[in-house]
């Protein structure tokens, strides 16, 4: 079992920037890549951004290339999402999420790819 724990939300203003925390607790963090995703309301869950367990191959869904930056630091059990160049149309629920991975490579984009899910953090951004 993995806990993911998710922080760093809150209200912020177009333009601006947040960065969002993911902490994992249970199995070895290092063995697994991670994964943010977003939901607004009424929407279905959308992918954001992924990243390896080695930190060496990242993802990024098109509405967010350039803006936003996925790393991880697996000594401390945890995955960020630096998010620069907010827009209110980013004001969602984001979620962070683990897929266990054998591969160096290995990084997912779809929400059935992944085996853990922490509870959401709400990001806010006012036009």
């Known amino acids: 079992q993995v806990q993911l724990v998710e922080s760093g939300g809150g209200l912020v203003q177009a333009g601006g920037s947040l960065r969002l925390s993911c902490t994992a607790s249970?199995?070895?963090?290092?063995?697994?890549?991670m994964g943010w995703f977003r939901q607004a309301p009424g929407k279905e869950r959308e992918f954001v951004a992924a990243?390896?367990?080695?930190?060496?191959?990242?993802r990024y869904a098109d509405s967010v290339k350039g803006r936003f930056t996925i790393s991880r630091d697996n000594a401390k059990n945890t995955v960020y999402l630096q998010m620069n160049s907010l827009k209110p149309e980013d004001t969602a629920v984001y979620y962070c999420?683990?897929?266990?991975?054998?591969?160096?490579?290995?990084?997912?984009?779809?929400?059935?790819?992944?085996?853990?899910w922490g509870q959401g953090t709400q990001v806010t951004v006012s036009s």
């Open positions: 999420a683990a897929a266990l991975s054998g591969s160096y490579y290995y990084t997912a984009a779809r929400v059935d790819e992944y085996d853990y």
């Open positions: 249970g199995r070895t963090f290092s063995s697994y890549a």
């Open positions: 990243i390896s367990w080695s930190g060496g191959i990242l």
